[in-house]
């Protein structure tokens, strides 16, 4: 009775092995599943990268300066509205674009309204505060971009305005008075389109997408 009681109970070291197997094969669906879930995800999503450029004509952004080259590679007049990671849902992308092409109503250019001090240096670079920072500059444009943005269910927590700059545009030392911590007249100006055919345009790289900017009030 013995012997015909061991060929019906298996041996343990087998049953341990096969609940071994089973927990392995569980574990190792639940991730897959978890990959495909992600990457499901991630494929619903397109990156976005969002700035205001300072160009002298479209087909001519971004539009790089010499003096600009520590800051490479961003080397050129720009402010940061969404970018290090941003993404919007694929599948209402056109809404995105509309909010974009919106901003390109109205009947005068927006251009940046410069006032100092300025922050830094921070990397070689000072920034050129154009709204929400610690300075408390405000830009109604910007403002109703941004706030158009977060309606539509995006907002920016990915470093584009910056921790005390807010949005601002960055600029290398030699055009900034250190003693004063303010732009020097002649690079406000251009920045401003005074003394420059300067203008600026929202436009997302990621997307081939540019609009001349227009003021908002």
Same mark, same amino acid.
């Given at each position: ?10 041996? *343990?070291?087998? #049953?341990?092995? #096969?609940? =071994? ?9 639940? +991730?897959?599943?978890? =990959? +495909? ?7 619903? $999503? ?15 952004? *971004?539009? /790089?300066?010499?003096?600009?080259? *520590? +800051? ?10 969404? $970018?290090?990671?941003?993404?919007? *849902?694929?599948? $209402?992308?056109?809404?995105?674009? $509309? ?8 009947? /005068? &250019? ?8 300025? &922050? ?10 154009l709204c929400c920072g610690d ?7 910007? /403002? ?10 995006? =907002? ?21 008075? !250190? ?13 401003e389109g005074k003394t420059s ?19 908002? !009030?």
């Amino acid at each position: 009775s013995q012997v015909q009681s061991s060929l019906r109970e298996p041996v *343990p070291d087998i #049953m341990a092995a #096969m609940k =071994s197997a089973a927990a392995t094969a569980i574990a190792y669906a639940c +991730l897959t599943l978890g =990959s +495909l879930l992600a990457a499901s995800v991630a494929a619903s $999503n397109t990156p976005v990268d969002l700035k205001i450029y300072g160009c002298h004509e479209e087909k001519k952004c *971004p539009h /790089e300066l010499a003096d600009f080259a *520590p +800051l490479a590679p961003y080397d050129y007049p720009h402010v940061s509205i969404l $970018n290090f990671g941003t993404t919007w *849902p694929a599948a $209402n992308l056109q809404k995105y674009k $509309n909010i974009l092409k919106d901003f390109a109503e109205g009947q /005068e &250019h927006w251009e940046p309204n410069i006032k100092g001090p300025l &922050h830094g240096p921070k990397q070689g670079a000072y920034q050129v505060e154009l709204c929400c920072g610690d300075f408390g500059h405000h830009s109604s444009t910007i /403002e109703a971009l941004v706030k158009a943005l977060e309606k539509a269910g995006i =907002s920016n927590d990915h470093g584009a305005k910056g921790a005390f700059a807010g949005y601002h545009i960055s600029v290398p030392a030699k055009w900034v008075d !250190t003693n004063k911590k303010e732009l020097h007249d002649k690079h406000r100006q251009y920045l401003e389109g005074k003394t420059s055919n300067l203008k600026w345009y929202l436009g997302d790289t990621k997307l081939g997408v540019f609009h001349p900017l227009k003021k908002q !009030t």
